[in-house]
C-alpha cells in the first residue's frame, strides 16, 4: 500500500466547510452502539516517519500474544525525555507490553513497545488510551505532522459544532466531522472510520493549515441499536480526550515547534 497523501489545502477546507452543514441535524441523535470493532491484522501503509496517523502493528505479550494492527496517535514525550506515541488501550488488549512495529523502507523495525496501557470499555465513563515508550529510533525520522499539517498545541476545549478530523490507516486520508457530544472523558463527531483507524489522531483544523490535538479515536458509531463490525465503515467517531492523560502520565505533547 502507499504511503499517506496529503490533501490539498482548499480540499480539505471544503470538507471542514461542509461537515459543518449538517451539526443543526446531527446534534440531537443518540447512538446506542459504542464499540470499537473487533480487532484484526491491516496491511500497514508505509510510513516516511514516526508520528500521528501511522499504521503500527502490535504482537502481544506471553504464550497466548495476538498481533493487531491500528493507527498511532499523537507525539509525546515523558518527564525523563522519552519519546513516546499515544494510542488507544484496546490496541493492547490484553494489556501487556505489546511490541510495536511500523512498515519502513519495506520492513518492519520494532520502534517500542506499550508502557502504559488502560482498557475499561467503550462507556462515555471508560477509559481507553495506551502510551508506547519509543526506541532505537536513529534509522527514521520523527515528524509532529498530522497528513502534513504541523501539530502546534494542544486543544484547550471543544465545542458542540466545532468540526473534528481524525485520521487513520484504513480510511487513508483526513475524515471529518461535527461534533455531537462532547463530555469531560470523551467526544463524539459525525465522521466515518472503520477497523484499523482506532489509535490515531483526532484534531481541531486551524484556518492556517496547522493542528491542534484533541484526543486519540477509540470507537466508532453507525447510529442504531445493531453491533458495530468491521465489514462496513460506521458514520461516527468517537475520541478519548488527551489532556487529562498528559496530566496524569506527565507527558509533554511533541510540536512541530519543539
Same mark, same amino acid.
Given at each position: 500500500?502507499?504511503?499517506?497523501?496529503?490533501?490539498?489545502?482548499?480540499?480539505?477546507?471544503?470538507?471542514?466547510?461542509?461537515?459543518?452543514?449538517?451539526?443543526?441535524?446531527?446534534?440531537?441523535?443518540?447512538?446506542?452502539?459504542?464499540?470499537?470493532?473487533?480487532?484484526?491484522?491491516?496491511?500497514?501503509?508505509?510510513?516516511?516517519?514516526?508520528?500521528?496517523?501511522?499504521?503500527?502493528?502490535?504482537?502481544?505479550?506471553?504464550?497466548?500474544?495476538?498481533?493487531?494492527?491500528?493507527?498511532?496517535?499523537?507525539?509525546?514525550?515523558?518527564?525523563?525525555?522519552?519519546?513516546?506515541?499515544?494510542?488507544?488501550?484496546?490496541?493492547?488488549?490484553? &494489556?501487556?507490553?505489546?511490541?510495536? *512495529? $511500523?512498515?519502513? /523502507?519495506?520492513?518492519? %523495525? @520494532?520502534?517500542? !513497545?506499550? =508502557? #502504559?496501557?488502560?482498557?475499561?470499555?467503550?462507556?462515555?465513563?471508560?477509559?481507553?488510551?495506551?502510551?508506547?515508550?519509543?526506541?532505537?529510533?536513529?534509522?527514521?525520522?520523527?515528524?509532529?505532522?498530522?497528513?502534513?499539517?504541523?501539530?502546534?498545541?494542544?486543544?484547550?476545549?471543544?465545542?458542540?459544532?466545532?468540526?473534528?478530523?481524525?485520521?487513520?490507516?484504513?480510511?487513508?486520508?483526513?475524515?471529518?466531522?461535527?461534533?455531537?457530544?462532547?463530555?469531560?472523558?470523551?467526544?463524539?463527531?459525525?465522521?466515518?472510520?472503520?477497523?484499523?483507524?482506532?489509535?490515531?489522531?483526532?484534531?481541531?483544523?486551524?484556518?492556517?493549515?496547522?493542528?491542534? &490535538?484533541?484526543?486519540?479515536?477509540? *470507537? $466508532?458509531?453507525? /447510529?442504531?441499536?445493531? %453491533? @458495530?463490525?468491521? !465489514?462496513? =465503515? #460506521?458514520?461516527?467517531?468517537?475520541?478519548?480526550?488527551?489532556?487529562?492523560?498528559?496530566?496524569?502520565?506527565?507527558?509533554?505533547?511533541?510540536?512541530?515547534?519543539?
Amino acid at each position: 500500500m502507499a504511503a499517506f497523501r496529503r490533501l490539498p489545502r482548499k480540499t480539505l477546507l471544503a470538507r471542514l466547510a461542509f461537515a459543518g452543514i449538517a451539526v443543526v441535524v446531527l446534534a440531537g441523535m443518540v447512538w446506542a452502539s459504542r464499540a470499537h470493532p473487533v480487532r484484526q491484522l491491516v496491511p500497514l501503509p508505509s510510513a516516511e516517519a514516526i508520528g500521528p496517523g501511522v499504521g503500527i502493528k502490535i504482537t502481544g505479550s506471553g504464550r497466548r500474544s495476538e498481533t493487531t494492527s491500528c493507527t498511532a496517535g499523537f507525539l509525546v514525550v515523558n518527564k525523563d525525555g522519552q519519546p513516546g506515541l499515544l494510542s488507544a488501550g484496546h490496541c493492547n488488549k490484553p &494489556a501487556g507490553t505489546g511490541k510495536v *512495529a $511500523v512498515h519502513h /523502507g519495506g520492513l518492519y %523495525p @520494532t520502534v517500542g !513497545a506499550f =508502557t #502504559q496501557s488502560i482498557y475499561d470499555g467503550d462507556g462515555w465513563t471508560d477509559s481507553d488510551i495506551g502510551l508506547i515508550t519509543l526506541k532505537d529510533l536513529d534509522k527514521i525520522p520523527v515528524s509532529a505532522e498530522v497528513d502534513g499539517h504541523p501539530v502546534t498545541g494542544l486543544a484547550e476545549r471543544v465545542e458542540i459544532g466545532d468540526t473534528l478530523c481524525h485520521l487513520g490507516i484504513r480510511s487513508g486520508e483526513p475524515m471529518c466531522g461535527p461534533v455531537t457530544a462532547n463530555e469531560k472523558n470523551k467526544v463524539r463527531f459525525a465522521a466515518a472510520s472503520t477497523c484499523g483507524d482506532t489509535g490515531g489522531p483526532a484534531y481541531l483544523m486551524r484556518p492556517d493549515g496547522t493542528v491542534e &490535538a484533541v484526543g486519540i479515536l477509540t *470507537a $466508532v458509531s453507525n /447510529g442504531e441499536d445493531a %453491533p @458495530t463490525t468491521c !465489514a462496513e =465503515t #460506521q458514520d461516527y467517531s468517537v475520541a478519548q480526550l488527551i489532556k487529562p492523560w498528559l496530566e496524569a502520565w506527565q507527558l509533554t505533547l511533541v510540536t512541530a515547534t519543539t
